[in-house]
């Protein structure tokens, strides 16, 4: 039996029942971390700091201390926002070149299932990924 059920993202209905398709467990710890991950603070009225600051750092200088923003936004919100994950890992890596690309990876454990998880973000000028 599943500890915790959400619907699937992006929300879709099941065809044959008529209800929205849903995700249970590791998989929903999953879904939610790329929720948070791709939603901007302030982009939810209601829970204004859902999210991370990730785009507020899109046309900056990639040196160390850039890096370390990324790191610390991403691991406050999913710290604050999925209580679930109970071993977490941020890692952030810069491409070289006129146009970068950072890529974000999330390594964690959960609460539920002792199974490792990775989720991966690109940010390049097109946005998030």
Known sequence: MASIKGWKFPV????????????????NVKQSVNIILRTEQYERKIFPTFGTDMRAYMFEVVDQTFISMIKSTVTGSLKRW?????????SVRAAAGP???????????????PVQERVSKTMDMSGIK
């Open 82 to 90: 999925e209580s679930h994950i109970k071993d977490l890992h941020v």
């Open 12 to 27: 879709q209905v099941d065809k044959s029942t008529g209800r929205i398709m849903t995700v249970e467990d590791n998989e």
């Open 99 to 113: 146009i970068c690309k950072v890529e974000t990876i999330v390594d964690y454990l959960t609460d539920i299932a």
